[in-house]
């Protein structure tokens, strides 16, 4: 059975940091494009950061370029996502999803993704 699970949101004051977690199983984690995509209410689900398959090359959006870092820990089936200097604007619902393809931060690509989990909250309060 395939599994994503997403974890670590929370509550943090603007400025602060969160460090998000997406735990794989049921599929070969190396070969698989690992993203995150995040939903805020009344907008649509955007993507914000993917790692390729075995390279583990990172992209993001640039609405978040230079203030979160993905990575990967293979032995650990594990896809991390730090999130430094929050803004309010960052509150919303964190997803991740994989692909044995590809993982694009283009808009609506979460829905291209073969496997996608369910989300975590982060709030960033003012």
């Known amino acids: 059975e395939v599994q994503l699970q997403a974890s670590g949101g929370g509550l943090v004051q603007a400025g602060g940091s969160l460090t998000l977690s997406c735990a794989a199983s049921?599929?070969?984690?190396?070969?698989?494009?690992i993203g995150w995509f995040r939903q805020a209410p009344g907008k649509e689900r955007e993507g914000i950061s993917c790692?390729?398959?075995?390279?583990?090359?990172?992209d993001y959006a640039d609405s978040v370029s230079g203030r979160f870092t993905i990575s990967s820990d293979n032995a650990k089936n594990t896809v991390y996502l730090q999130m430094n200097s929050l803004k309010p604007e960052d509150t919303a619902l964190y997803y991740c999803?994989?692909?044995?393809?590809?993982?694009?931060?283009?808009?609506?690509?979460?829905?291209?993704?073969?496997?996608r989990g369910k989300g975590t909250q982060v709030t960033v309060s003012s």
């Open positions: 999803a994989a692909d044995p393809r590809t993982c694009s931060v283009v808009p609506g690509y979460f829905y291209n993704m073969v496997y």
């Open positions: 049921g599929f070969t984690f190396d070969d698989y494009a």
């Open positions: 790692i390729t398959g075995s390279d583990r090359i990172a």
